[in-house]
C-alpha cells in the first residue's frame, strides 16, 4: 500500500507532525513523498488517516494498492524495512544490557522504559528480525535479572 502526498513547506509544523508518524507507522520511503507498508486494514487506516490529515493541512494525498513488479523488488521492500526494525531491536538490546549494572531503582525504571520502546518498535515491525527475539530477552532480563538464570521450558 503506498501513499503518495506533497505538503507546503511553510508552516513546517505540520509537515514534521506527519513526518513523525508515518516514521513511527513504520513506512519504507521509496521516494520523496512517497511511502509503503504491507498492505492489511489496519495500514490501511492509518494511511487514511494520515492523507486527511495532509489534504487538511494545506497538502494533497492518494492512497495507492500496489504490487512490487517482481519478487526481487518485493524481497528489497520487506529485508529493507525488516533491517531497520533489527537496528531498533539491537539498540534497545545495547541499552537494556548497559543498564543492568545501574541500582535496582534505575534498573527498573530503566526496564519498564525499554518495554514500553520494544512495544512500539513490535508495532511497526511488518517483518520480524531475529534481533526482535534478543531484545524482548534482554528487556525481560533486566526486569527479572535471575529469571535469566532459570532453564528454559521446551
Known amino acids: ?15 514534521i507532525a506527519v513526518w513523525r508518524k508515518l516514521k513511527r507507522l513504520g513506512v519504507a520511503q521509496l521516494a520523496d513523498g512517497v511511502v509503503a507498508l504491507p498492505a492489511d486494514a489496519r495500514t490501511r ?7 486527511d490529515e495532509i489534504i487538511e493541512g494545506g497538502g494533497i494525498a492518494g492512497i495507492w494498492i500496489a504490487r512490487p513488479a517482481s519478487l526481487a523488488q518485493e524481497r528489497e521492500l ?13 539498540a534497545l538490546a545495547e541499552e537494556a ?3 543492568a549494572d545501574l541500582a535496582e531503582n534505575a534498573r ?8 514500553a520502546e520494544l512495544r512500539r518498535i513490535t508495532r511497526r515491525d511488518y517483518f520480524p528480525p531475529p534481533d526482535r ?22
Not at 503518495?4 to 509537515?15: F, I
Not at 524482548?136 to 521446551?154: G, W, Y
Open 108 to 115: 527498573l525504571s530503566t526496564a519498564r522504559r525499554l518495554r
Open 133 to 154: 527475539e534478543q531484545a524482548r530477552r534482554a528487556v525481560e532480563a533486566l526486569l527479572h535479572p535471575t529469571a535469566t538464570d532459570l532453564p528454559q521450558e521446551s
Open 97 to 99: 544490557t548497559t543498564a
Open 78 to 90: 520487506a529485508s529493507g524495512m525488516a533491517e531497520a526494525r533489527a537496528g531498533e531491536y539491537r
Open 1 to 15: 500500500m503506498l501513499l503518495s502526498y506533497r505538503m507546503p513547506r511553510e508552516p513546517s509544523t505540520p509537515r
Open 45 to 51: 487506516e492509518h494511511l487514511e488517516w494520515l492523507a
